[in-house]
């Protein structure tokens, strides 16, 4: 089901999935490509093929859940958000990464017509985030400079004016921000304000999304940050179990300047048209309320170690749990399939409570 302040909510679940359906079936053609940008959370596999990054999760228990309980990269137990995502536009799951896809010269051409994923788990909006916690991450400028690339491919294919309506017709998914804030907070030196802070990753993100507005994008699926402080990690390092408010309150802020960024350039750029996923508010009403939504575990990782298992990453010494759906956290950072399943409903076909000015189904349907 979608998040919802339903309380018949049984009978919703099965109405919305009727209704999902079949918007996917006949939405399939008005979304030719997506192409996904952002870190872990929407990682498909890009990491693996960066020999010395230590963000990757190609290895047990991540992928238990699957298809062949392969670990494919995906920070998650099953398919991720990204997965999901795509899912409700009637894909399988998320295009393949760009690095797989270049080394595939064959069907490279093909397969780009149909979108590709550059996301990096551990990057961020800025340049130098995550690359002094994980070594090597692709950084969303580097993601959008390998788009541009696959824009001169697909040009080359289509020529120019083809490629222009394939791209204005295409979904842009992007999931980024979380290791800046975690980066931010890392931080032990002097460093600036958090106003400084913000100011800094608000003008670097608007120049990001203008960035993809000239190479042609103009379908902007954006998806906000979660409630960072309320991450099993951040639990574990509190020990109170608590959910950390300063880390929670740069998320709720974050917020509020990518929708600041995305009204100003919308109202400059008439041909553009997005939605904004509150993944903060989608968090916190679940882990206020799991059960409605549910879930019966909104606090501990699935898999991980220490208290909460948030204090080690999910890997195959770490302690498991059977009941992986009934868990919003797989590992100590990331959502469990069920989780990213939910989020994809909810911003697929949620209200405007958890995704603004329209859902992810009205958006593609802009004209
Ligand atoms: C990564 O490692 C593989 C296998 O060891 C090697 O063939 C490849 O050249 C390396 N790539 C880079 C970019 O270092
Ligand atoms: C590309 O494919 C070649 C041959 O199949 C392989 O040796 C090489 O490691 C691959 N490179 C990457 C980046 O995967
Ligand atoms: C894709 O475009 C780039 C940049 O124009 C070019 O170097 C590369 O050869 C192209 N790749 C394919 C497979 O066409
Ligand atoms: C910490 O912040 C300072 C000032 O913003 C910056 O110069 C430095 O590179 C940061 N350190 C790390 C490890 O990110
Ligand atoms: C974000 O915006 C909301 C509503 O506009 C406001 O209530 C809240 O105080 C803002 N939060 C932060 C941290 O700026
Ligand atoms: C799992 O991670 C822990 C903590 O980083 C490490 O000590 C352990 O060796 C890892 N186990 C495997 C199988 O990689
Ligand atoms: C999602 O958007 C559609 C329009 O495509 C609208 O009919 C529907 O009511 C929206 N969902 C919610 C829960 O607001």
Same mark, same amino acid.
């Given at each position: 089901?979608?998040?919802?302040?339903?309380?018949?909510?049984?009978?919703?679940?099965?109405?919305?999935?009727?209704?999902?359906?079949?918007?996917?079936?006949?939405?399939?053609?008005?979304?030719?490509?997506?192409?996904?940008?952002?870190?872990?959370?929407?990682?498909?596999?890009?990491?693996?093929?960066?020999?010395?990054?230590?963000?990757?999760?190609?290895?047990?228990?991540?992928?238990?859940?699957?298809?062949?309980?392969?670990?494919?990269?995906?920070?998650?137990?099953?398919?991720?958000?990204?997965?999901?995502?795509?899912?409700?536009?009637?894909?399988?799951?998320?295009?393949?990464?760009?690095?797989?896809?270049?080394?595939?010269?064959?069907?490279?051409?093909?397969?780009?017509?149909?979108?590709?994923?550059?996301?990096?788990?551990?990057?961020?909006?800025?340049?130098?985030?995550?690359?002094?916690?994980?070594?090597?991450?692709?950084?969303?400028?580097?993601?959008? !400079?390998? $788009?541009?690339?696959?824009?001169?491919? +697909?040009?080359?294919? =289509?020529?120019?004016?083809?490629? *222009? &309506?394939?791209? #204005?017709?295409?979904?842009?998914?992007?999931?980024?921000?979380?290791?800046?804030?975690?980066?931010?907070?890392?931080?032990?030196?002097?460093?600036?304000?958090?106003?400084?802070?913000?100011?800094?990753?608000?003008?670097?993100?608007?120049?990001?999304?203008?960035?993809?507005?000239?190479?042609?994008?103009?379908?902007?699926?954006?998806?906000?940050?979660?409630?960072?402080?309320?991450?099993?990690?951040?639990?574990?390092?509190?020990?109170?179990?608590?959910?950390?408010?300063?880390?929670?309150?740069?998320? !709720?802020? $974050?917020?509020?300047?990518?929708?600041? +960024?995305?009204?100003? =350039?919308?109202?400059?750029?008439? *041909? &553009?048209?997005? #939605?904004?996923?509150?993944?903060?508010?989608?968090?916190?009403?679940?882990?206020?309320?799991?059960?409605?939504?549910?879930?019966?575990?909104?606090?501990?990782?699935?898999?991980?170690?220490?208290?909460?298992?948030?204090?080690?990453?999910?890997?195959?010494?770490?302690?498991?749990?059977?009941?992986?759906?009934?868990?919003?956290?797989?590992?100590?950072?990331?959502?469990?399939?069920?989780?990213?399943?939910?989020?994809?409903?909810?911003?697929?076909?949620?209200?405007?409570?958890?995704?603004?000015?329209?859902?992810?189904?009205?958006?593609?349907?802009?004209?």
């Amino acid at each position: 089901m979608a998040l919802t302040s339903s309380s018949s909510f049984l009978c919703f679940h099965m109405l919305m999935l009727t209704l999902f359906s079949l918007i996917s079936a006949e939405t399939t053609l008005q979304v030719p490509a997506i192409f996904i940008f952002g870190d872990s959370t929407f990682d498909v596999g890009t990491n693996n093929f960066l020999n010395d990054s230590q963000a990757k999760a190609n290895f047990p228990y991540n992928g238990i859940d699957f298809p062949y309980s392969v670990p494919t990269g995906r920070f998650s137990n099953g398919y991720n958000s990204a997965d999901q995502i795509v899912r409700q536009f009637g894909y399988k799951r998320s295009p393949p990464p760009f690095f797989f896809l270049l080394n595939r010269s064959s069907s490279f051409k093909k397969r780009i017509l149909q979108g590709v994923n550059f996301a990096s788990g551990g990057s961020g909006i800025l340049e130098s985030t995550g690359s002094d916690a994980f070594k090597m991450v692709i950084p969303l400028r580097e993601q959008i !400079q390998q $788009f541009s690339t696959v824009r001169d491919n +697909i040009s080359a294919l =289509l020529g120019p004016e083809n490629n *222009a &309506m394939l791209l #204005s017709q295409s979904l842009f998914l992007i999931s980024v921000g979380s290791n800046d804030i975690f980066d931010y907070q890392r931080n032990t030196s002097a460093k600036m304000t958090v106003q400084e802070f913000l100011d800094i990753l608000q003008e670097t993100y608007q120049n990001h999304l203008q960035k993809l507005y000239d190479l042609g994008a103009r379908k902007f699926g954006i998806v906000g940050i979660p409630a960072l402080g309320c991450c099993p990690f951040e639990r574990f390092i509190r020990k109170t179990g608590d959910c950390v408010k300063e880390l929670n309150d740069l998320a !709720q802020a $974050f917020f509020n300047a990518t929708e600041t +960024i995305l009204i100003k =350039l919308s109202s400059q750029f008439v *041909a &553009m048209k997005y #939605s904004l996923g509150n993944s903060y508010t989608m968090t916190l009403d679940i882990i206020d309320n799991p059960l409605a939504f549910g879930f019966k575990e909104v606090k501990q990782a699935c898999c991980g170690n220490g208290n909460f298992n948030g204090g080690a990453p999910c890997n195959a010494s770490a302690n498991l749990c059977p009941d992986r759906q009934e868990y919003l956290f797989w590992d100590w950072f990331h959502p469990s399939e069920a989780a990213s399943r939910l989020a994809a409903l909810t911003l697929f076909g949620g209200e405007v409570r958890y995704v603004t000015p329209m859902n992810f189904s009205r958006l593609v349907q802009t004209t």
